[in-house]
């Protein structure tokens, strides 16, 4: 069974600095996918970035990076210089295999208030 | 990405009554798309997979008599809540997988669906 694991229910951080949101996963498949998503209180799910099971650098996107620790099974999403637009719930997901039907599990997700 | 669309994006019905929800891929053709449910300060809940011109795929608890799925065309599936009650009453998100490698998940904006 595939498991997704978010343990930081809230968040507070300063405006400017940096921040990491946890998420560590579980599954037998060999093949997945990681991703991360922001939600903003209008409720849409905004793809943030991704990370692939077989995949040997750190996926970044612009100030998102993702710490992949594969024996770890954590996949942290840090994002620097936190903006005051970054306050929304934020969700690590996970794509077991590689394919169109392939369904995608969502962790209990993350609250980032960013203090101005 | 690609762009996905709800209608409605908010309804307030009667318990007892059925309201059907629409999701559209608008600029691709999606064989696969997937219908989620989310609770309030929840994560998401996969509900089913809708998969084109053949039955949907419900994950277990989910009644599939109660909420029925149509994916008629390669742009369209729609998610209708029979016999709706207070507790449907929830936040219904669609989402429609990328043709490419990441077998990435667009999502739409969501419907609100308030049963009085």
């Known amino acids: 069974a595939q498991k997704i694991t978010q343990t930081q229910p809230g968040m507070f951080v300063q405006e400017k600095e940096a921040v990491t949101l946890d998420c560590t996963y579980d599954?037998?498949?060999?093949?997945?996918?990681l991703f991360w998503y922001k939600q903003p209180s209008s409720g849409e799910m905004i793809f943030l970035i991704y990370?692939?099971?077989?995949?040997?650098q750190n996926a970044t996107e612009g100030r998102y990076s993702l710490n992949f620790q594969k024996a770890r099974k954590s996949a942290n999403l840090v994002i620097s210089a936190s903006q005051l637009g970054d306050s929304a719930m934020y969700f690590c997901?996970?794509?077991?295999?590689?394919?169109?039907?392939?369904?995608?599990?969502f962790g209990s997700g993350t609250r980032l208030s960013i203090r101005p | 990405g690609a762009v996905v669309s709800q209608h409605p994006s908010w309804v307030i019905c009667k318990s007892g009554t059925s309201v059907k929800i629409e999701c559209r891929s608008l600029?691709?053709?999606?064989?696969?798309m997937f219908w989620y449910r989310q609770f309030p300060k929840q994560s998401l809940m996969l509900m089913a997979t809708?998969?084109?011109?053949?039955?949907?795929?419900?994950e277990q608890g989910v009644e599939k008599d109660k909420f029925l799925i149509n994916h008629a065309s390669l742009t369209l599936s729609t998610l209708t809540v029979t016999s709706a009650h207070p507790e449907d009453s929830s936040f219904y998100i669609c989402?429609?997988?990328?043709?490419?490698?990441?077998?990435?998940?667009?999502f739409g904006p969501g419907t609100r669906l308030t049963v009085t």
């Open positions: 989402s429609v997988v990328s043709g490419d490698a990441r077998y990435e998940q667009y």
């Open positions: 599954t037998s498949d060999q093949s997945y996918g």
């Open positions: 990370q692939g099971s077989y995949d040997e």
């Open positions: 997901a996970m794509r077991g295999g590689y394919s169109s039907a392939s369904k995608i599990i």
């Open positions: 600029d691709f053709q999606a064989t696969t």
């Open positions: 809708s998969n084109e011109g053949s039955k949907a795929t419900y």
